[in-house]
């Protein structure tokens, strides 16, 4: 028998929810005729699922050892956490508190991992959790903390991180819903003075991962909204961006913006490689610079050195 205590990851969640993270290998039809033959319990009472788990709450698993491991996936879930022990974690924190980590992503680091073998920004700040905050082997098993928002592998900036499930509930609702304001700030080709919004409809080729901009609405286009204001200029040449990200699609900043004539200084994909090359920029100087809560709390994250030069 196995006997599991809720703890604050874990709360305020339909009890099958949790049964079906604990239990990843088993079928939803196992898990909830376990249920009904009583070899799950909740407090020690017979449950159907559907119950809300609170804090301190006792789940009690009545499998041999060998289902339990079976059914949880236990083996490659101890390889997991004691390979990424080992990974680099020496990430910039902006901000941290019990429920989350605001983390200051360098350009050249992917967000999330592509292939089994990418280490990513995802994976750097498990390690840190680890590492220096004492995330346990039993914890990692329930949970496994994340990140809410994704940036490009040449985009540095603001990158929100859950250490708990609640954290990212939450922030997954405020980025779904766009409650949170998020600005970029870019250096971008070209001599712009005044403000403006500008709209537009953004497809997206999966086989060569572009996306393209056009005026009216095509098959398959999502329309996009993106706000700017001029900050500093470097002669007629450049001028330094704030962005405000309206909707939030793939590349959509990049895109469109070169669709204005306006690329952004570094960008190879939609920008000028012949400008690049001259200016001899390492990356793209596209920075998630700020993000703003709907209860009024907002986090900066200064430019990297790269935008020196151009502010």
């Excluded at 959790?129 to 098993?141: A, D, M, Q, R, Y």
């Excluded at 709209?199 to 056009?214: A, C, M, P, Q, R």
């Amino acid at each position: 028998m196995k006997e599991l205590k809720i703890d604050v990851n874990d709360s305020n969640q339909r009890f099958d929810k949790y049964l079906k993270r604990v239990l990843s290998e088993a079928s939803s039809s196992f898990i909830y005729k376990m249920l009904r033959k009583k070899n799950i319990t909740l407090n020690d009472k017979k449950a159907d699922g559907t119950e809300k788990l609170n804090t301190g709450d006792i789940v009690k698993i009545w499998f041999s050892d060998e289902t339990y491991a079976k059914m949880t996936g236990a083996g490659e879930r101890d390889e997991l956490y004691h390979s990424l022990k080992e990974v680099d974690h020496n990430i910039n924190v902006i901000y941290e508190d019990d429920e989350m980590i605001i983390i200051n992503k360098p350009s050249g680091i992917k967000s999330q991992k592509d292939t089994p073998s990418d280490i990513s920004i995802n994976e750097m700040a498990i390690s840190y959790l680890i590492n220096e905050k004492g995330l346990t082997e039993e914890s990692f098993k329930h949970f496994h903390p994340s990140i809410c928002n994704r940036l490009d592998r040449n985009t540095s900036g603001i990158v929100l991180f859950a250490k708990t499930l609640k954290a990212a509930q939450e922030l997954g609702k405020a980025l779904k819903e766009r409650s949170c304001k998020k600005l970029y700030r870019a250096v971008v080709f070209g001599n712009i003075e005044h403000n403006q919004q500008i709209e537009g409809f953004l497809s997206k080729d999966e086989s060569t991962n572009k996306v393209s901009i056009t005026h009216t609405e095509t098959k398959d286009s999502k329309p996009i909204k993106t706000a700017y204001r001029p900050i500093s200029h470097v002669g007629d040449k450049f001028t330094l961006l704030e962005i405000h990200l309206i909707t939030g699609r793939t590349h959509q900043i990049r895109a469109h913006l070169a669709s204005i004539g306006h690329p952004i200084l570094g960008d190879n994909k939609y920008g000028n490689t012949s400008i690049n090359k001259k200016e001899n920029v390492r990356g793209q100087l596209l920075h998630a610079y700020s993000i703003e809560f709907e209860d009024g709390r907002k986090f900066v994250c200064d430019l990297p050195r790269e935008f020196n030069g151009y502010i």
